[in-house]
């Protein structure tokens, strides 16, 4: 083998001639920049990598990612995901959905993705907007929302795809914003995690949900609205960094470091390994709460696609490589003269 | 071996078929009964035909008609294509199978009861009357008319077998249910069947794979206790033999149509150099094929159970994407659900096969009853024009050819392929010749491996996934591959290049190319075989699929009574050979048998000008031979009239007069 080494890929190497056509300004470019970014730095090739969607305006992804991509249709993307990996799980391989693609018409799919625990990255885009179709509410749209077609407000209750995730027994959980400076970091750990790996993005739908998640990007606000996770770290938050999150019974409280005797001992640690923790973490919502961003779950499990080899590998042990004729003859054979 | 003494007190006819049917309880085990008698048969070298008949609920109340399971067996020392209409023999292991069955069978026919079930309780099951004044339900077997019409013979065989086993050390659970063998000795005796098969099998599954020799011992003891019964009992007057059929010499074992379909898969895998990967959702009928699939893990066949038929069906695409053969099995809602992702398969050109094992619809049906009714949907059931291979295997042993056809299609033409079967063909069992898997032809399948990089200008959109060969084959570019990244999905293509393309004219070219890229498949397509007369005569039965046997047969029947009658039978839907329109020129009239109201005879219509008209059975049962026998008569003296359909007897409907009452 000469030792000439591999062409190391920038991430502008991993975009395409196509013309990208979201709206100006929507959350979508900052994440297929981040994207972008985070494939040139874990050295991956465009040939080993596929990007799958479904439908919606987060699902035109694949169109600009020049690796191999399938643009599927709506809610379906896990199907194809889980197809390819079967059949090829050396592959670097990316879900890309949304709120309406991954929670509504293709909730259940989702939900059998993460507990099989297929080797992906998953990452739902959520602006909490029906975009594509021009702005209905979504599942993730909160109650009482004014749509088109909620002009009286949305009755529906909302759906956390967090803790939806960590009870469909995702083995990696998180979450980030489409500004955030984290953003890249989340998604190398997604993509470095061995399993499904869900990712929600809080991405911004700057024509028909403009500024739903201001509380949690906006540059003056976002510190005290939004709690960086860090594991083994104590959970404090806060543009003053004097917020924290304590824990009373089994009930999560926000106290200020410093008032009342609290010091930083009497805080939550984050534990990315404990699932109970993260339950209660996916269930913090602005404005009681501060949001969690960053890794709130991980843990090591078999991969299905691994498991299924290490079946076929054991089956050839035990029974030879399949041989055609044996299985012609198999069972009861008679001869006519 | 009882089987080898042939030295009988009692003579023996001679016939050239027999019809048997075993019914009982669903809990009684008729199936493994019929199976076994069918097993023996063929070894015997009869040539057999098989028709399970099993009711949707698992284990329906015991007792009840809903819960009766029934197995028939056509055995012949002739060559059969079918189950047989009129059952000979009947097995009826309790009222409700009596009374489910009894009408089936030719009069004179040879009727084995359970004499021991034939109790107050569940004669009141079977839903017998009690007669006003009477404590005794009503009981058919004391009734004269039964008497003087069938040969009833009353057998305690819930007794006799309880009374075979009393030193067994088994259960009275246990003994109980070893009386289906107990049956079938019985009908050994009958017709003069060897025992060796079945005690093989008994030992082996028993025995040998369960560790339990005790149950083997007992199952053959009562299996020899129901033969030495027939021959000690003097209970029939005569036993029967049926000689071997001069079939074609080779190897041969039983299949039903689900495994040959399964073993085919596997095959068109190995022969095409790729991975079977076989994605599905259980559904009936077609959960076998991922039961004789899932353990054949050492040929490297993944089976993945999807959580729903889409999900299934999008793994199957997925598969093909990443280079390797995506099947995706189910029958008709299953089909239902699939129709947008086969869509998507049409529009990324990649190759997929798709099984649907037909059952009556609409809806859910009928789950376990055979029907055709899925053909539109096969051919037309999906949003926009949006064409693919249409293949009906004809027989049971005919899905193992079917399904290698199909994934040769699929690999080489990259095109998606639906693979119709039915219920019948799928439970079905009949000969299958074994053949020699260096005598099949292998599947050449490419891909591209043009390297951008190495020979291009490094421009990412240098590969172009939508260029076409002579046959409008687009190349089949797999990720892992430098050079060839490209992006796939459902919105229109540009011709060529595969970039996104709302441009008006090239979707025309493009809805076109799909049609014609179908369309030229058709030179794989054996022409249209005409079995009678080549050159044309009085009347064309034409059939699709799982009615091909009854149809062969009643043809043969009219043509040795030398009418002017000939059979052809499709097994492409899509494209149709490219004679059939020749054929069907050269007879003044076309019969089309089908197990749906029309829809073979509704595209024969638009696609040919031909006033064809139809036998339309949808009762979830296969034709009888004597219902296309009694259509080609209606056909021949020209009393057809206007009906676009001729209706079989049995199933003469009027809806004014049955749902309005008018």
């Known amino acids: 083998m000469p030792d000439t080494p591999l062409p190391t890929l920038k991430a502008k190497d991993f975009a395409t001639d196509q013309d990208v056509r979201w709206c100006p300004g929507c959350g979508d470019y900052a994440i297929l920049m981040a994207v972008q970014r985070v494939c040139a730095k874990i050295g991956a090739t465009r040939e080993n990598t596929v990007f799958v969607s479904g439908i919606g305006c987060s699902s035109r992804f694949p169109y600009y990612m020049d690796t191999y991509g399938f643009h599927s249709i709506h809610g379906r993307a896990p199907g194809f995901v889980t197809g390819i990996k079967i059949a090829n799980p050396d592959l670097d391989v990316w879900m890309v959905t949304g709120d309406g693609d991954g929670l509504s018409i293709g909730g259940n799919h989702l939900m059998h993705l993460l507990r099989r625990n297929v080797n992906v990255n998953a990452l739902l885009f959520n602006n909490r907007i029906y975009g594509l179709t021009k702005g209905q509410y979504s599942p993730t749209s909160e109650p009482g929302k004014k749509t088109k077609s909620s002009p009286m407000g949305s009755l529906d209750f909302p759906i956390n795809p967090l803790s939806l995730a960590i009870a469909a027994e995702a083995s990696f959980v998180a979450r980030a914003t489409d500004k955030d400076r984290i953003l890249v970091e989340v998604l190398e750990r997604a993509a470095a995690h061995r399993g499904a790996s869900f990712v929600e993005v809080y991405q911004n739908c700057n024509i028909f949900n403009d500024g739903a998640f201001d509380f949690a990007t906006g540059k003056d606000v976002r510190e005290d609205n939004v709690l960086y996770l860090n594991h083994g770290k104590p959970m404090i938050y806060g543009k003053d960094s004097d917020k924290g999150i304590r824990l009373v019974g089994c009930r999560p409280e926000v106290v200020t470091l410093g008032e009342g005797g609290v010091s930083e001992d009497d805080l939550l640690f984050h534990d990315e390994t404990n699932k109970t923790m993260a339950m209660m973490l996916a269930g913090l919502h602005h404005p009681a709460f501060p949001e969690p961003m960053g890794v709130l779950y991980r843990e090591e499990r078999p991969t299905y696609e691994d498991q299924l080899h290490a079946q076929l590998g054991v089956a050839v042990e035990k029974r030879g490589a399949g041989d055609l004729d044996a299985l012609f003859n198999a069972g009861d054979t008679y001869e006519v003269a | 071996m009882p089987a080898d003494d042939h030295a009988t007190t009692r003579p023996a006819d001679t016939l050239t078929s027999a019809v048997v049917r075993f019914a009982g309880d669903s809990g009684d085990g008729m199936q493994l009964a019929g199976t076994q008698f069918t097993d023996t048969s063929a070894i015997l070298g009869n040539d057999v035909a098989t028709l399970p008949d099993y009711p949707a609920e698992i284990r329906a109340p015991a007792g009840t008609v809903a819960g009766v399971s029934g197995f028939q067996i056509n055995f012949a020392a002739q060559q059969i294509f079918t189950p047989g209409d009129q059952v000979n023999a009947l097995v009826a292991m309790n009222p409700a199978a009596f009374k489910a069955h009894i009408d089936d069978v030719e009069p004179g026919g040879t009727v084995i009861v359970n004499d021991t079930e034939f109790s107050k309780t569940n004669l009141k099951k079977a839903g017998y009357p009690t007669p006003d004044g009477s404590k005794e339900p009503y ?444 054929v069907l020129k050269r007879f003044d009239r076309v019969l089309i048998p089908e197990l749906n109201n029309g829809q073979l005879r509704l595209l024969i219509r638009g696609r040919y000008l031909c006033d064809a008209r139809g036998l339309n059975k949808i009762q979830g049962k296969p034709f009888l031979i004597e219902e296309i026998a009694q259509a080609i008569d209606l056909m021949l003296s020209g009393d057809w009239g206007d009906a676009e359909a001729l209706y079989p007897q049995a199933g003469g409907v009027d809806v004014n007069a049955q749902a309005l009452g008018v």
């Open chain 2, 139 to 582: 009981n058919p077997l004391d009734d004269e008319a039964y008497n003087l019409k069938y040969k009833i013979l009353r057998v305690p065989i819930t007794k006799l077998n309880q009374e075979a086993l009393k030193d067994s050390g088994m259960s009275p659970k246990d003994v109980n249910r070893c009386k289906n063998m107990y049956a079938l000795g019985l009908v050994y005796w009958l017709y003069d069947r060897p025992l060796d098969t079945t005690i093989r099998h008994l030992t082996e599954v028993f025995a040998e794979k369960k560790g339990r020799p005790e149950v083997a011992d007992a199952n053959i003891a009562a299996l020899k206790a129901g033969y030495f019964m027939g021959e000690t009992a003097e209970l029939f007057p005569v036993r029967y033999r049926v000689a071997p059929a001069p079939i074609q010499p080779g190897k041969y074992r039983k299949v039903t149509g689900n495994e040959a379909l399964a073993m085919g898969l596997v095959t068109a895998a190995e022969l095409a150099k790729k991975k079977l990967h076989y994605c599905t959702y259980p559904i009936t009928p077609a959960s076998d094929i991922l039961h004789y699939l899932a353990p054949q893990k050492h040929f490297g066949v993944r089976t993945f159970q999807a959580e729903d038929e889409i999900a299934a069906v999008c793994a199957a695409i997925g598969v093909g994407f990443a280079g390797q053969l995506g099947v995706t099995g189910t029958s008709g809602p299953g089909l239902a659900l699939k129709g947008e992702a086969i869509g998507l398969a049409v529009m990324t050109e990649l190759p997929l096969v798709i099984i649907d094992v037909q059952r009556g619809g609409p809806s859910t049906g009928l789950p376990t009853k055979t029907e055709q009714s899925d053909l539109w949907q096969a051919l037309l059931g999906r949003n926009g024009d949006c064409p693919t291979v249409v293949i009906a295997p004809q027989s049971p042993a005919d899905c193992f050819r079917g399904a290698i056809e199909a994934c040769r299609i699929a690999l080489t033409r990259m095109v998606p392929v639906l693979l119709l079967t039915d219920g019948y063909i799928a439970n079905g069992s009949e000969p299958w010749r074994v053949p020699k898997a260096s005598e099949l032809e292998p599947i050449e399948v490419r891909h591209t491996t043009a390297n951008r990089d190495r020979d291009g200008a490094g421009d990412a959109s240098h590969f172009l996934p939508y260029t076409r060969d002579a046959n409008l084959t687009r190349p089949w570019a797999v990720p892992g591959n430098p050079g060839t990244e490209h992006r796939l999905g459902g919105l229109e293509k540009q011709n060529n290049t595969g970039s996104v393309s709302y441009d008006p004219a090239n979707h025309q070219l493009m809805t076109r190319i799909r049609a014609e890229k179908v369309a030229r498949v058709v030179d794989l397509v054996p022409d249209l075989d005409v079995h009678g007369d080549p050159d044309g005569g009085d009347l064309l039965v034409l059939g699709w699929g799982g009615p091909f046997g009854s149809i062969r047969t009643a043809v043969d029947q009219a043509r040795a009574e030398g009418r002017s009658v000939s059979a052809a039978h499709l097994r492409y839907l899509n494209p149709m050979p490219k004679n059939l329109g020749d």
